[in-house]
Protein backbone atom coordinates (compact mmCIF):
# COMPACT_ATOMS: atom_id res chain seq x y z
CA UNK A 1 0.00 0.00 0.00
CA UNK A 2 1.66 3.29 -1.01
CA UNK A 3 1.60 5.93 2.49
CA UNK A 4 0.29 9.03 0.26
CA UNK A 5 -1.22 11.50 3.06
CA UNK A 6 -3.74 13.39 2.90
CA UNK A 7 -2.96 16.79 2.29
CA UNK A 8 -6.45 18.45 3.43
CA UNK A 9 -5.06 19.32 6.49
CA UNK A 10 -2.07 21.02 5.19
CA UNK A 11 -4.15 23.19 2.24
CA UNK A 12 -5.91 25.11 4.72
CA UNK A 13 -5.34 28.30 5.33
CA UNK A 14 -4.95 30.17 8.37
CA UNK A 15 -7.65 32.67 8.21
CA UNK A 16 -4.98 35.40 9.97
CA UNK A 17 -6.92 38.34 10.74
CA UNK A 18 -5.53 41.57 9.55
CA UNK A 19 -3.42 44.44 11.35
CA UNK A 20 -3.37 47.07 8.73
CA UNK A 21 -4.37 47.70 5.23
CA UNK A 22 -3.70 50.71 2.97
CA UNK A 23 -3.41 52.08 -0.52
CA UNK A 24 0.45 51.70 -1.79
CA UNK A 25 0.88 53.53 -5.61
CA UNK A 26 -1.59 51.20 -7.50
CA UNK A 27 -1.45 48.16 -5.12
CA UNK A 28 -2.82 47.80 -1.41
CA UNK A 29 -0.83 46.72 1.68
CA UNK A 30 -1.80 44.59 4.12
CA UNK A 31 0.05 43.54 7.17
CA UNK A 32 -1.33 40.48 9.19
CA UNK A 33 -1.06 39.32 12.93
CA UNK A 34 2.02 37.79 12.95
CA UNK A 35 3.79 40.15 11.27
CA UNK A 36 3.48 39.06 7.09
CA UNK A 37 2.76 41.46 4.88
CA UNK A 38 1.65 40.82 1.79
CA UNK A 39 0.25 43.19 -1.54
CA UNK A 40 -3.28 42.82 -2.96
CA UNK A 41 -4.38 44.39 -6.52
CA UNK A 42 -6.91 47.35 -5.69
CA UNK A 43 -8.77 46.27 -8.93
CA UNK A 44 -9.12 42.84 -7.43
CA UNK A 45 -10.34 44.59 -4.18
CA UNK A 46 -12.92 46.58 -5.59
CA UNK A 47 -14.25 44.07 -7.70
CA UNK A 48 -14.85 41.57 -4.76
CA UNK A 49 -17.04 44.38 -2.97
CA UNK A 50 -20.20 42.27 -2.09
CA UNK A 51 -22.72 45.13 -1.18
CA UNK A 52 -26.09 44.60 -2.72
CA UNK A 53 -25.07 47.09 -5.34
CA UNK A 54 -22.27 45.15 -6.43
CA UNK A 55 -23.79 41.24 -5.95
CA UNK A 56 -22.89 38.43 -3.76
CA UNK A 57 -20.51 36.14 -5.65
CA UNK A 58 -21.63 32.74 -3.84
CA UNK A 59 -25.22 32.76 -5.31
CA UNK A 60 -23.45 33.93 -8.37
CA UNK A 61 -26.11 37.19 -8.16
CA UNK A 62 -23.23 39.47 -9.69
CA UNK A 63 -23.60 42.85 -10.81
CA UNK A 64 -20.26 44.43 -10.83
CA UNK A 65 -17.89 43.27 -13.77
CA UNK A 66 -14.28 43.83 -14.63
CA UNK A 67 -14.81 46.33 -17.41
CA UNK A 68 -16.81 47.99 -14.87
CA UNK A 69 -13.09 48.97 -13.07
CA UNK A 70 -10.88 51.24 -14.39
CA UNK A 71 -7.25 50.66 -13.92
CA UNK A 72 -6.66 53.75 -12.31
CA UNK A 73 -9.01 52.71 -9.40
CA UNK A 74 -8.20 53.74 -5.98
CA UNK A 75 -9.04 53.91 -2.57
CA UNK A 76 -9.49 57.20 -0.44
CA UNK A 77 -8.99 55.31 3.21
CA UNK A 78 -9.20 52.44 5.02
CA UNK A 79 -10.70 51.07 8.00
CA UNK A 80 -9.28 47.70 9.74
CA UNK A 81 -10.08 49.05 13.58
CA UNK A 82 -13.34 46.76 13.88
CA UNK A 83 -12.32 43.16 14.26
CA UNK A 84 -12.87 40.77 11.48
CA UNK A 85 -13.75 43.11 9.65
CA UNK A 86 -12.36 46.11 6.75
CA UNK A 87 -13.97 49.18 5.02
CA UNK A 88 -12.44 50.62 2.05
CA UNK A 89 -13.87 54.14 0.97
CA UNK A 90 -13.15 54.19 -2.98
CA UNK A 91 -12.51 57.64 -4.81
CA UNK A 92 -15.80 57.58 -5.93
CA UNK A 93 -17.37 57.33 -2.04
CA UNK A 94 -18.57 53.63 -2.49
CA UNK A 95 -18.07 51.90 -0.23
CA UNK A 96 -16.92 48.33 0.67
CA UNK A 97 -17.22 46.00 3.81
CA UNK A 98 -14.62 42.79 4.03
CA UNK A 99 -15.10 39.80 5.90
CA UNK A 100 -11.04 40.45 7.47
CA UNK A 101 -10.26 36.50 7.30
CA UNK A 102 -11.76 36.46 3.54
CA UNK A 103 -9.01 38.73 2.36
CA UNK A 104 -6.31 37.30 4.33
CA UNK A 105 -7.06 34.37 2.86
CA UNK A 106 -6.06 35.70 -0.52
CA UNK A 107 -3.10 37.27 0.30
CA UNK A 108 -0.96 34.18 -0.32
CA UNK A 109 -0.01 33.77 -4.07
CA UNK A 110 0.25 30.40 -4.20
CA UNK A 111 -3.80 30.64 -5.44
CA UNK A 112 -6.55 28.38 -4.25
CA UNK A 113 -5.89 25.51 -2.01
CA UNK A 114 -6.21 22.26 -4.38
CA UNK A 115 -7.06 18.91 -2.85
CA UNK A 116 -4.58 16.34 -3.16
CA UNK A 117 -6.38 12.70 -3.61
CA UNK A 118 -5.03 9.50 -1.93
CA UNK A 119 -3.65 7.35 -4.32
CA UNK A 120 -4.19 3.82 -3.81
CA UNK A 121 -2.60 0.28 -4.98
CA UNK A 122 -3.51 -3.60 -4.77
CA UNK A 123 -3.44 -2.90 -1.00
CA UNK A 124 -6.68 -0.76 -0.39
CA UNK A 125 -8.89 -2.96 1.02
CA UNK A 126 -7.50 -1.93 4.65
CA UNK A 127 -8.36 1.82 4.12
CA UNK A 128 -11.49 1.19 1.86
CA UNK A 129 -14.41 3.04 3.37
CA UNK A 130 -17.66 1.24 4.20
CA UNK A 131 -20.71 2.77 5.27
CA UNK A 132 -24.06 1.09 5.87
CA UNK A 133 -26.83 1.73 3.93
CA UNK A 134 -28.88 2.81 7.09
CA UNK A 135 -26.65 5.15 8.12
CA UNK A 136 -25.85 6.92 5.03
CA UNK A 137 -29.81 7.63 4.19
CA UNK A 138 -30.81 8.45 7.33
CA UNK A 139 -27.77 10.77 8.81
CA UNK A 140 -26.08 13.67 7.10
CA UNK A 141 -22.94 13.30 8.79
CA UNK A 142 -22.64 9.60 7.67
CA UNK A 143 -23.44 10.36 4.33
CA UNK A 144 -20.63 13.35 4.68
CA UNK A 145 -18.35 10.80 5.52
CA UNK A 146 -18.94 8.54 2.64
CA UNK A 147 -18.55 11.49 0.27
CA UNK A 148 -14.72 12.05 1.96
CA UNK A 149 -13.91 8.88 1.26
CA UNK A 150 -14.69 9.36 -2.52
CA UNK A 151 -13.58 12.17 -2.58
CA UNK A 152 -9.98 10.92 -1.00
CA UNK A 153 -10.13 7.30 -3.11
CA UNK A 154 -12.55 8.04 -6.10
CA UNK A 155 -14.08 4.69 -4.50
CA UNK A 156 -16.30 3.45 -1.14
CA UNK A 157 -18.45 0.40 -0.03
CA UNK A 158 -22.10 0.62 0.77
CA UNK A 159 -23.09 -2.01 2.56
CA UNK A 160 -26.70 -3.73 3.96
CA UNK A 161 -28.89 -2.21 0.79
CA UNK A 162 -31.94 -4.00 -0.14
CA UNK A 163 -32.75 -5.94 -3.37
CA UNK A 164 -35.81 -3.71 -4.07
CA UNK A 165 -35.06 -1.10 -6.96
CA UNK A 166 -35.96 1.68 -4.77
CA UNK A 167 -33.05 0.99 -2.57
CA UNK A 168 -30.88 1.57 -5.01
CA UNK A 169 -32.37 4.85 -5.96
CA UNK A 170 -32.81 6.27 -2.72
CA UNK A 171 -29.26 5.53 -1.28
CA UNK A 172 -27.76 6.55 -5.03
CA UNK A 173 -30.03 9.99 -4.96
CA UNK A 174 -28.14 11.37 -1.69
CA UNK A 175 -25.22 11.82 -3.41
CA UNK A 176 -26.69 14.18 -6.51
CA UNK A 177 -29.13 13.86 -9.13
CA UNK A 178 -29.40 10.11 -11.34
CA UNK A 179 -28.68 10.76 -14.57
CA UNK A 180 -30.92 9.83 -16.94
CA UNK A 181 -28.91 7.85 -19.91
CA UNK A 182 -30.28 5.79 -23.03
CA UNK A 183 -30.48 2.72 -20.72
CA UNK A 184 -32.91 4.64 -18.10
CA UNK A 185 -31.84 6.09 -14.74
CA UNK A 186 -31.84 2.67 -12.32
CA UNK A 187 -30.79 -0.06 -15.08
CA UNK A 188 -30.27 -3.69 -14.44
CA UNK A 189 -27.02 -5.84 -15.90
CA UNK A 190 -28.29 -9.41 -16.07
CA UNK A 191 -25.38 -11.84 -17.88
CA UNK A 192 -27.21 -12.87 -21.39
CA UNK A 193 -26.97 -15.08 -23.85
CA UNK A 194 -27.50 -12.25 -26.29
CA UNK A 195 -25.98 -9.60 -24.63
CA UNK A 196 -25.54 -5.94 -25.90
CA UNK A 197 -22.67 -4.57 -23.68
CA UNK A 198 -19.95 -6.16 -22.72
CA UNK A 199 -21.59 -5.98 -18.68
CA UNK A 200 -24.09 -8.58 -19.63
CA UNK A 201 -21.75 -11.09 -20.95
CA UNK A 202 -19.44 -13.60 -18.68
CA UNK A 203 -16.25 -12.64 -20.51
CA UNK A 204 -13.49 -11.31 -18.31
CA UNK A 205 -13.38 -7.27 -18.81
CA UNK A 206 -9.89 -5.26 -18.31
CA UNK A 207 -10.55 -2.44 -15.77
CA UNK A 208 -11.56 0.50 -18.29
CA UNK A 209 -13.33 3.79 -17.34
CA UNK A 210 -17.16 3.43 -18.54
CA UNK A 211 -18.08 5.44 -21.77
CA UNK A 212 -15.47 7.58 -22.50
CA UNK A 213 -16.78 8.00 -26.03
CA UNK A 214 -19.08 10.85 -24.59
CA UNK A 215 -17.92 14.48 -24.33
CA UNK A 216 -19.10 14.21 -20.80
CA UNK A 217 -18.46 10.90 -19.53
CA UNK A 218 -20.49 9.06 -16.23
CA UNK A 219 -18.91 11.01 -13.10
CA UNK A 220 -19.62 8.42 -10.34
CA UNK A 221 -21.17 4.91 -11.66
CA UNK A 222 -23.09 3.05 -8.62
CA UNK A 223 -22.75 -1.03 -8.64
CA UNK A 224 -25.46 -2.63 -6.65
CA UNK A 225 -24.90 -5.74 -6.34
CA UNK A 226 -28.22 -8.44 -6.35
CA UNK A 227 -26.68 -12.15 -7.16
CA UNK A 228 -23.05 -12.46 -7.51
CA UNK A 229 -22.44 -16.17 -8.12
CA UNK A 230 -19.86 -16.01 -5.56
CA UNK A 231 -16.90 -18.25 -5.94
CA UNK A 232 -17.47 -18.75 -9.59
CA UNK A 233 -15.57 -16.19 -10.75
CA UNK A 234 -16.98 -12.54 -11.53
CA UNK A 235 -14.63 -11.01 -9.65
CA UNK A 236 -14.43 -6.92 -9.27
CA UNK A 237 -10.83 -5.45 -10.31
CA UNK A 238 -10.44 -1.68 -9.42
CA UNK A 239 -7.46 0.17 -10.15
CA UNK A 240 -6.74 3.58 -8.97
CA UNK A 241 -6.35 5.72 -12.52
CA UNK A 242 -4.32 8.49 -11.09
CA UNK A 243 -2.14 6.04 -9.33
CA UNK A 244 -1.14 4.65 -12.62
CA UNK A 245 -0.84 8.10 -14.62
CA UNK A 246 2.08 8.63 -11.95
CA UNK A 247 3.63 5.45 -12.64
CA UNK A 248 3.64 6.52 -16.14
CA UNK A 249 4.65 9.85 -15.08
CA UNK A 250 7.95 8.32 -13.50
CA UNK A 251 8.82 5.44 -15.28
CA UNK A 252 8.20 6.57 -19.38
CA UNK A 253 7.35 10.25 -18.75
CA UNK A 254 7.39 10.83 -22.71
CA UNK A 255 4.45 8.30 -23.17
CA UNK A 256 2.79 10.10 -20.36
CA UNK A 257 3.20 13.64 -21.67
CA UNK A 258 2.10 11.97 -24.96
CA UNK A 259 -1.42 10.99 -23.40
CA UNK A 260 -1.76 14.21 -21.60
CA UNK A 261 -1.89 16.25 -25.07
CA UNK A 262 -2.33 13.83 -27.88
CA UNK A 263 -6.35 13.14 -28.38
CA UNK A 264 -7.34 10.32 -28.37
CA UNK A 265 -10.90 8.98 -29.95
CA UNK A 266 -13.18 6.28 -28.52
CA UNK A 267 -16.69 5.47 -30.06
CA UNK A 268 -19.60 3.48 -29.94
CA UNK A 269 -22.26 2.61 -32.97
CA UNK A 270 -25.12 0.82 -32.51
CA UNK A 271 -26.59 0.65 -36.25
CA UNK A 272 -29.39 3.01 -36.70
CA UNK A 273 -29.34 4.10 -33.13
CA UNK A 274 -26.41 6.06 -31.50
CA UNK A 275 -23.11 6.78 -32.61
CA UNK A 276 -20.84 8.45 -30.18
CA UNK A 277 -17.55 9.00 -31.10
CA UNK A 278 -15.06 11.77 -28.61
CA UNK A 279 -12.16 12.92 -29.15
CA UNK A 280 -9.87 14.09 -25.71
CA UNK A 281 -6.78 13.50 -23.88
CA UNK A 282 -6.52 9.65 -21.81
CA UNK A 283 -5.15 11.98 -18.97
CA UNK A 284 -5.97 14.95 -17.82
CA UNK A 285 -4.03 17.62 -16.18
CA UNK A 286 -5.42 20.51 -14.56
CA UNK A 287 -4.24 24.40 -14.16
CA UNK A 288 -1.30 23.52 -12.25
CA UNK A 289 -0.50 19.85 -14.26
CA UNK A 290 -1.92 17.38 -11.50
CA UNK A 291 -3.40 14.70 -12.90
CA UNK A 292 -7.69 15.33 -13.01
CA UNK A 293 -9.08 12.87 -14.48
CA UNK A 294 -8.63 9.48 -16.66
CA UNK A 295 -10.21 8.38 -19.84
CA UNK A 296 -9.62 4.90 -21.27
CA UNK A 297 -11.66 2.04 -22.14
CA UNK A 298 -9.83 -0.34 -24.48
CA UNK A 299 -13.16 -2.33 -26.05
CA UNK A 300 -13.69 1.60 -27.13
CA UNK A 301 -10.47 2.66 -28.95
CA UNK A 302 -11.21 4.02 -32.30
CA UNK A 303 -8.60 3.27 -35.09
CA UNK A 304 -6.19 6.13 -34.38
CA UNK A 305 -5.68 9.31 -36.74
CA UNK A 306 -1.85 10.25 -36.07
CA UNK A 307 0.74 11.72 -38.02
CA UNK A 308 2.84 8.11 -39.29
CA UNK A 309 5.72 9.69 -36.89
CA UNK A 310 3.62 10.12 -34.06
CA UNK A 311 1.42 6.77 -34.10
CA UNK A 312 3.81 4.05 -33.07
CA UNK A 313 4.14 6.03 -29.69
CA UNK A 314 0.91 6.53 -29.03
CA UNK A 315 -0.49 3.08 -29.45
CA UNK A 316 3.24 2.56 -26.56
CA UNK A 317 1.56 4.88 -24.54
CA UNK A 318 -1.95 2.76 -24.85
CA UNK A 319 0.43 -0.46 -24.56
CA UNK A 320 1.90 0.35 -21.71
CA UNK A 321 -1.35 1.70 -19.92
CA UNK A 322 -2.88 -1.22 -20.53
CA UNK A 323 -0.34 -3.38 -18.90
CA UNK A 324 -0.03 -0.59 -15.96
CA UNK A 325 -4.27 -1.60 -15.45
CA UNK A 326 -3.54 -5.35 -15.47
CA UNK A 327 -0.50 -5.39 -13.60
CA UNK A 328 -2.40 -6.80 -10.35
CA UNK A 329 -0.22 -5.23 -7.87
CA UNK A 330 -2.30 -2.44 -8.99
CA UNK A 331 -5.72 -3.86 -8.96
CA UNK A 332 -7.73 -3.86 -5.89
CA UNK A 333 -9.71 -7.12 -6.09
CA UNK A 334 -12.98 -7.90 -4.61
CA UNK A 335 -15.69 -10.38 -4.76
CA UNK A 336 -19.00 -8.46 -4.19
CA UNK A 337 -21.89 -10.03 -1.89
CA UNK A 338 -25.29 -9.07 -2.56
CA UNK A 339 -26.23 -6.45 -0.50
CA UNK A 340 -22.94 -4.29 -1.62
CA UNK A 341 -23.08 -1.07 -3.58
CA UNK A 342 -19.62 0.08 -4.99
CA UNK A 343 -19.60 3.54 -5.46
CA UNK A 344 -16.73 4.97 -7.75
CA UNK A 345 -15.59 7.99 -9.21
CA UNK A 346 -15.40 6.68 -13.26
CA UNK A 347 -13.23 9.29 -14.12
CA UNK A 348 -10.47 8.60 -11.65
CA UNK A 349 -11.10 4.39 -11.31
CA UNK A 350 -11.25 2.03 -13.61
CA UNK A 351 -13.53 -0.76 -13.10
CA UNK A 352 -13.44 -4.78 -14.45
CA UNK A 353 -13.86 -8.21 -13.46
CA UNK A 354 -12.46 -11.48 -14.27
CA UNK A 355 -14.89 -13.95 -16.09
CA UNK A 356 -17.21 -16.45 -15.02
CA UNK A 357 -19.08 -19.43 -15.79
CA UNK A 358 -22.37 -18.63 -17.05
CA UNK A 359 -23.73 -21.82 -16.65
CA UNK A 360 -22.98 -21.65 -13.10
CA UNK A 361 -24.17 -18.19 -12.06
CA UNK A 362 -26.40 -15.61 -13.30
CA UNK A 363 -24.65 -12.59 -12.23
CA UNK A 364 -26.97 -9.36 -11.60
CA UNK A 365 -25.67 -5.79 -10.86
CA UNK A 366 -28.18 -3.31 -10.82
CA UNK A 367 -26.78 0.67 -11.99
CA UNK A 368 -26.92 3.88 -12.39
CA UNK A 369 -24.75 7.03 -12.72
CA UNK A 370 -24.55 10.43 -11.44
CA UNK A 371 -22.51 13.15 -12.33
CA UNK A 372 -19.57 14.22 -10.71
CA UNK A 373 -20.54 18.14 -9.97
CA UNK A 374 -23.75 16.49 -8.21
CA UNK A 375 -21.66 14.38 -5.84
CA UNK A 376 -18.69 17.27 -5.29
CA UNK A 377 -21.88 19.77 -4.88
CA UNK A 378 -23.09 17.04 -2.35
CA UNK A 379 -19.36 16.95 -0.66
CA UNK A 380 -18.91 20.68 -0.41
CA UNK A 381 -22.60 21.54 1.05
CA UNK A 382 -22.27 18.99 3.70
CA UNK A 383 -18.52 20.14 4.18
CA UNK A 384 -19.99 23.47 5.12
CA UNK A 385 -21.62 21.87 8.16
CA UNK A 386 -19.25 19.34 9.20
CA UNK A 387 -15.55 20.23 8.13
CA UNK A 388 -16.21 23.89 6.99
CA UNK A 389 -12.15 24.45 6.32
CA UNK A 390 -12.67 21.65 3.98
CA UNK A 391 -15.27 23.11 1.95
CA UNK A 392 -13.36 25.49 -0.90
CA UNK A 393 -10.81 23.50 -1.79
CA UNK A 394 -10.59 22.88 -5.32
CA UNK A 395 -11.61 19.31 -6.32
CA UNK A 396 -10.16 17.46 -9.15
CA UNK A 397 -12.79 18.48 -12.11
CA UNK A 398 -11.92 14.95 -14.17
CA UNK A 399 -11.68 13.90 -17.74
CA UNK A 400 -12.70 17.80 -18.55
CA UNK A 401 -10.67 17.10 -21.86
FE1 LIG B 1 -17.91 -0.89 -17.34
Redesign the pocket.
Known sequence: MLDTPSHTTETKRAAAPIRAIRAEGARIAVELVGGRTARLSTRWLRLACECEACGDTASGKRWLTPADISTAIHAESFDASTPGQVTAIWQDGHVSRYDAAFLASHTDDAGAARFEPQLWDGGLAARLGRFAFDAVVGDDEALFQSLRALRDHGIAMLTGVPAEKEATARVAGRYGPIRETSYGKVFDLISRPDARV??ETARA?IP?T?EPFRYAPPGFIFFHAIRTGAGTGGTSLTVDGFHVAELMRTGTPELFDLLTRRGVTFHREHAGEVFFSAEAHVISLDAVGQVTGIRYNDRCLAPQQAPETEIDSLIEALAELTRLICDPQNQFQHQLQPGEVLVFDNQRVL?GRTAFDPTLAVRHLRSCNIDRDGVHSAFRTLARRFAPEEAEAVLYQGAIF
Open positions: AGQHDH
